[in-house]
């Protein structure tokens, strides 16, 4: 059983920055692949992005190429998401997500929900235009 508890969310001014923070335990972190995904308020949860448990490979969403990156520090057991030149519509709860099977999936299969089997319970992240 693993569990993610994510940090980090607030408020904060478009064209700043916020760092989100996920703290994993209760597996080993370092053979999982990681993500992040948001939803805002009325939409479904949408993919944002993730990496591989190498951390050699990373996969974003088109929306947030270029400004957001995600990060992780296996000895820290904690996977980071850098958000940059943050825009109105960055404004969601940002959850983190482990894929906990070993298995070697193509990098389209992380812009789905079917990989992920753990979730965090999320962090509020507001952008004021």
């Known amino acids: 059983q693993v569990q993610l508890v994510e940090s980090g969310g607030g408020l904060v001014q478009a064209g700043g920055s916020l760092r989100l923070s996920c703290a994993a335990s209760?597996?080993?972190?370092?053979?999982?692949?990681m993500g992040w995904f948001r939803q805002a308020p009325g939409q479904e949860r949408e993919f944002v992005a993730a990496?591989?448990?190498?951390?050699?490979?990373?996969y974003y969403a088109d929306s947030v190429k270029g400004r957001f990156t995600i990060s992780r520090d296996n000895a820290k057991n904690t996977v980071y998401l850098q958000m940059n030149s943050m825009k109105p519509d960055d404004t969601a709860v940002y959850y983190c997500?482990?894929?906990?099977?070993?298995?070697?999936?193509?990098?389209?299969?992380?812009?789905?929900?079917?990989?992920?089997?753990?979730w965090g319970q999320g962090t509020q992240v507001t952008v004021s235009s």
């Open positions: 997500a482990v894929d906990s099977d070993t298995t070697y999936y193509s990098g389209s299969y992380y812009y789905t929900e079917a990989p992920w089997d753990y």
């Open positions: 209760g597996g080993t972190f370092s053979r999982y692949a």
């Open positions: 990496m591989r448990r190498s951390g050699g490979n990373t």
